[in-house]
């Protein structure tokens, strides 16, 4: 299976530990595994042939930024291969669920 873990492409100096432990568990299963800081393109995207996008909210006052990334990924993969995960999204789910559709999965 061929993964990609997405970060929004905001500043911060370390990579997100909840990526990188499910990045952890995919190797571990024999799978390829991607990591993306912001929106990858189309071409890209369509060349490694991903099969789940899992991308992180780290931070609340970065919403915006985090809904668009979820929408640009949702126009390249089935929502519903498309999990949402971290701090934001445990604590903003109801306004998250509501703001990208209830196909995405959010894990809270």
Do not use: W
Not at 65 to 72: N, Q, Y
């Amino acid at each position: 299976m061929n993964v990609l873990l997405v970060e929004p492409g905001y500043k911060n100096k370390y990579p997100p530990m909840g990526l990188m432990k499910i990045s952890t568990y995919h190797k571990n299963r024999g799978d390829n595994v991607v990591f993306f800081k912001g929106i990858m393109s189309k071409a890209e995207f369509e060349k490694h042939e991903f099969q789940r996008v899992y991308i992180t909210t780290l931070f609340t006052f970065y919403y915006d930024l985090t809904v668009k990334t979820i929408k640009a990924y949702q126009l390249l993969i089935a929502p519903d291969r498309i999990y949402v995960g971290g701090i934001m999204a445990s604590l903003m789910k109801d306004k998250l669920q509501k703001d990208i559709g209830n196909k995405s999965v959010i894990l809270t």
